[in-house]
């Protein structure tokens, strides 16, 4: 039997900055096909965004060494608008373009806000809004810099049975619909994290990552909000001093059970579901910097086995200070159907001259039916103007080894099973997995099996089938290599 159990620890310099990023109301709104309005007509929660700076423990200087990963409540911003957003953030805060790191939490009720809807009812407001964000961004840079402090991070999980499969087939229609799957798999992990600081003890800052997509306020919510991750926070900050920093996991198949409504009260009782299984893997935490040793009998009325938290040794304390980063390009090849922007256009044209025909018709359904599916080629259009020419798309890879923990940065929308993989081969890992890392520039990476059912997201995906399945490959050999201490 084991008689000291060591926790998952990293050692290194953490800062921590929270900001309001909340439209105003009136703004450009609409996010669904099958929404009435366009324009926000208030607000339900605050949408904000949280930058934790995290660098090495013996850095000499946070601003060029360390990784500034920014939680943002947005659903994603298209790769134009990001960039010009992070451009400005980097020349304001002083530190580079290519250390920032934005993970959306994905929120549907945010708004779907890009420079192809600034001549929209509320779009004008949009790139006021654009710069006003930047500027605040920047300066919760600074701030995390600025107060960047040794700091251990523990790790540990839960699990929450909010998040479902939303790949259901549907009889009656005969064809795959996005809703909830009784029937479907996903991953109930939470993993979670505590930032203490090595000079007062206190917390930081705590992170939550899981996957469900934001999708519990649908077409029929006219309000601004974070969804369900930002009652989560509440209920989070409220028990534990410190900002929250939601990572959103791999959720292209997931969902929240109870979804796509127009109450926002279900949004807050989904998050505090999540709030409530954060809280309890939280609270299960150990204090940092130490191992469970058992430390002997004690006579009693029984013989009691007696164990106490201890400080880690000198060799384990230096292990969870190691910091190894690894960044390069996967070439992923595209669908060779991949959407043509001249064949979009035209699509496009076509379904605008349909709702026309339907409303002078007096036809409400089709016309609605009209409007979202030249929503969906709206999206289509602002996603592939950035596209490289060629066969292939260079996906950035990027993972950090923060002691015991390996945190992976991925692009666009992979299927809940990467996530599952990575965890199951690699036990006792913490992994945490963040999508929608910079935006989504590849839309959705579906499994293998998943192609050619008709599902929505194998339509909008660019990349060929057996493109996640390279992925989870090349992540997973990169974490061997980062985890291999011989």
Request: aromatic fraction near 8%; glycine fraction near 10%; charged fraction near 20%.
């Amino acid at each position: 039997m084991a008689d000291r159990i060591e926790f998952p620890q990293s050692g290194c310099r953490v800062g921590v900055a929270r900001g309001d990023v909340t439209p105003p109301a009136g703004i450009y709104h609409r996010m669904w096909g099958a929404a009435a309005h366009d324009r926000a007509t208030g607000v339900h929660d605050s949408l904000t965004f949280t930058v934790l700076v995290v660098a090495p423990q013996r850095c000499r200087d946070v601003q060029t060494e360390g990784m500034v990963l920014i939680a943002l409540d947005h659903c994603l911003l298209a790769e134009p608008d990001l960039t010009d957003i992070l451009e400005q953030v980097a020349q304001e805060s002083g530190v580079t373009r290519d250390r920032i790191t934005v993970f959306f939490s994905h929120t549907h009720a945010a708004g779907l806000l890009g420079r192809e809807r600034f001549s929209m009812p509320g779009g004008d407001l949009i790139p006021g809004y654009f710069a006003d964000m930047a500027h605040k961004l920047a300066e919760g840079v600074r701030e995390a810099v600025g107060s960047a402090e040794p700091a251990t991070i523990v790790y540990g999980t839960g699990h929450c049975q909010l998040a479902a499969n939303r790949d259901y087939f549907d009889e009656a229609a005969g064809q795959y619909v996005c809703g909830y799957n009784p029937g479907g798999r996903a991953d109930t992990t939470v993993l979670v994290a505590r930032v203490h600081s090595q000079k007062t003890g206190r917390s930081l800052a705590t992170l939550v990552n899981y996957a469900c997509h934001p999708t519990t306020l649908a077409w029929e919510n006219t309000l601004i909000s974070p969804d369900y991750p930002g009652a989560m926070r509440e209920l989070v900050e409220e028990a534990i001093d410190g900002p929250c920093f939601f990572v959103q996991g791999a959720s292209g198949d997931i969902g929240p059970r109870i979804g796509f409504v127009g109450d926002t009260q279900v949004a807050e009782r989904n998050g505090r579901q999540l709030g409530y299984a954060a809280l309890e893997a939280l609270e299960a935490l150990p204090p940092p910097a130490t191992a469970y040793q058992y430390t002997g009998a004690v006579v009693s009325g029984a013989t009691i086995g007696t164990w106490t938290h201890e400080p880690v040794s000198p060799e384990r304390e230096e292990s969870q200070t190691v910091w190894r980063v690894h960044e390069s390009t996967l070439p992923l090849p595209f669908r060779e159907d991949r959407p043509r922007k001249d064949v979009l256009l035209a699509e496009q044209a076509r379904w605008e001259s349909e709702e026309e025909a339907a409303r002078a018709a007096g036809n409400t359904q089709q016309a609605s039916d009209a409007r979202a599916m030249r929503e969906r080629i709206t999206r289509r259009l602002a996603r592939i103007g950035h596209l490289p020419e060629g066969d292939t798309y260079p996906y950035p890879l990027r993972l950090w080894r923060l002691g015991d923990a390996v945190w992976v940065a991925i692009d666009g929308e992979p299927y809940n099973v990467l996530q599952r993989q990575l965890r199951e081969r690699f036990p006792d890992t913490p992994i945490i997995v963040g999508t929608l890392a910079n935006g989504s520039n590849v839309w959705y990476l579906p499994d293998e099996a998943s192609y050619g059912k008709g599902l929505y997201q194998e339509d909008a995906s660019l990349l060929a089938q057996g493109s996640l399945e390279t992925l989870t490959e090349a992540v997973a050999v990169e974490i061997e290599r980062l985890m291999d201490n011989s």
